[in-house]
């Protein structure tokens, strides 16, 4: 990586979210969330099933669990996506169970598993970042990209020391996916959001790729201590990085671990934990679907 310390970063304003701040450490809390798919039908499922999940403010939380488990839907509920059938979510202290997922979008940034869902192919590198920039503002007739906003963009994709920052108005489609990934969470945090939530963000990337992309999140987190939510397969990753580590099964939070305790664990000791948790169920859990 390029020696950092040099690169001057244009003291541009970021535009703010009204938002009344208070005294409440928890960042999110969400209260009994249910949630059915094809409801009242023979292929009804229970996705979540009454789960309840307190975030201090700036915790980076890792969520894993067999494929089918609802860490999606968990996700698809806090971001709007797929609201709930019962129960409320407040961030930062505003109830936003009722919100519809573009006025959320406001407070939360999110980067998904597929590259090409979190950008523009047809759009610039810059413009894509403009548009992320400006999210929760309004906009009226204005040039494209202001000669201020290229320049923090510019020094932003600097520190990825991917050669990106010269690229600005190349086409996102014309980067491989860990250069489009590596934007989109750039994006996702280019104005700091209450709540930042990665759904598998690594999982279509090669295992170099999918390395650097954990160590920009783990520093872009840390250094604006965001409230994160992380969906991963990889159990060592998620015993690696971040404050937390809950696994969820059949749409319930079976297992929470702290930092420390999770500081302890090995792979082996997780499958254990979660074959102790679960043998009580009626179907039979494998490795292989825990490690998806």
């Known amino acids: 990586m390029r020696n950092l310390s040099s690169i001057e ?14 005294a409440n450490t928890k960042m999110l809390t969400a209260t009994s969330l249910v949630k059915y798919f094809y409801r009242g039908t023979v292929n009804e499922v229970l996705a979540l099933d009454h789960v309840d999940l307190k ?46 997922e573009y006025r959320r979008s406001k407070l939360i940034g999110r980067v998904f598993q597929d590259p ?23 906009r009226g007739f204005r040039s494209g990209v202001t000669k201020n906003e290229r320049e923090l963009f510019r020094a932003s994709l600097a520190k990825l020391d991917l050669g990106l920052d010269s690229r600005l108005t190349d086409q996102v489609g014309l980067l491989s ?18 709540l930042l939530l990665l759904d598998e963000h690594t999982a279509s990337l090669d295992p170099k790729t999918a390395e650097l992309i954990m160590k920009m999140t783990k520093q872009l987190v840390e250094e604006e201590r965001i409230t994160t939510l992380m969906i991963t397969h990889n159990m060592q990753q998620a015993i690696t990085y971040g404050h937390r580590l809950i696994m969820l099964h059949h749409g319930r939070v079976i297992l929470d671990f702290d930092q420390e305790t999770k500081s302890k664990l090995t792979v082996t000791d997780l499958l254990q934990h979660f074959h102790e948790v679960a043998k009580n169920g009626a179907d039979s859990i494998s490795d292989r679907m825990v490690l998806g």
């Open 55 to 100: 975030v201090d403010s700036g915790q980076f939380v890792c969520i894993i669990g067999s494929n089918g488990a609802g860490k999606s839907t968990l996700m698809g509920c806090v971001s709007g996506y797929s609201p709930p059938d019962h129960g409320s979510t407040v961030l930062d202290g505003r109830d936003i169970t009722m919100w519809p």
């Open 177 to 194: 996916g860990g250069q489009r990934q590596s934007i989109t969470l750039l994006m996702a945090t280019l104005i700091k959001p209450k």
């Open 116 to 138: 090409l869902a979190g950008t523009c192919a047809s759009m610039t590198i810059e413009e894509n970042m403009a548009l992320a920039f400006r999210r929760g503002r309004r």
């Open 9 to 22: 970063v244009p003291q541009l304003e970021k535009p703010q979210v009204s938002m009344v701040e208070t």
